[in-house]
């Protein structure tokens, strides 16, 4: 089964090679420039690795344009990959990156943001600086230096994002239109 290619547009068609295929196709109008998929170009690298060693310059040559014209990859990228010496890219896997607002942080968010009355992010933060000291004032709020910080620096995106979850949870209470005029 290892031998095998899973999608039939990469054979040859005709008794043609692959990249007379390819030609063919692109100028009769197939494909429509589609990508060919990861594990197809997986399956394609694993059945043309053992011919491509096996091969003369010139086959390799002939088989390199096959690759490149097939997976979009660029020749001395499709030589390292058919070599076996790099492997080959899977996708892009990303690290999570560390939260950087922990639970007290968004606890005490929602209680600044319900005691300004429920605002938006941007004018939140704008008032920050004088809610904060006014609800520790009055014994409302109590916080530690470090989270303290924490709200200092806080984004306004920040603050929508911690705050989404939120107010999800609470019904809109949209007027309908015209409803705040008063009638004769």
């Given at each position: 089964m290892a031998g095998r290619i899973a999608s039939l547009k990469l054979l040859p068609t005709k008794g043609h090679c692959l990249t007379q295929s390819v030609t063919e196709r692109n100028r009769t109008g197939g494909d429509d420039g589609e990508?060919?998929?990861?594990?197809?170009?997986?399956?394609?690298v694993v059945a043309l690795r053992a011919r491509y060693a096996a091969s003369s310059r010139i086959e390799k040559a002939r088989i390199l344009d096959e690759f490149t014209s097939i997976s979009g990859y660029h020749r001395k990228s499709a030589t390292r990959i058919l070599n076996g010496s790099s492997e080959l890219?899977?996708?892009?896997?990303?690290?999570?990156?560390?939260?950087l607002y922990v639970e007290a942080v968004r606890q005490a968010l929602i209680v600044l943001w319900e005691a300004s009355d429920r605002i938006c992010g941007k004018r939140l933060k704008a008032l920050l600086p004088v809610l904060l000291p006014a609800l520790e004032r009055n014994g409302h709020l109590k916080l530690a230096p470090a989270i303290r910080a924490r709200l200092a620096d806080i984004s306004t995106a920040s603050i929508d994002r911690l705050l989404q979850q939120?107010?999800?949870?609470?019904?809109?209470?949209r007027r309908k239109p015209g409803s705040h005029r008063t009638t004769p």
């Open positions: 990508q060919v998929d990861p594990q197809t170009r997986r399956e394609l890219p899977e996708g892009v896997r990303r690290r999570p990156r560390p939260r939120v107010r999800s949870t609470i019904p809109s209470r």
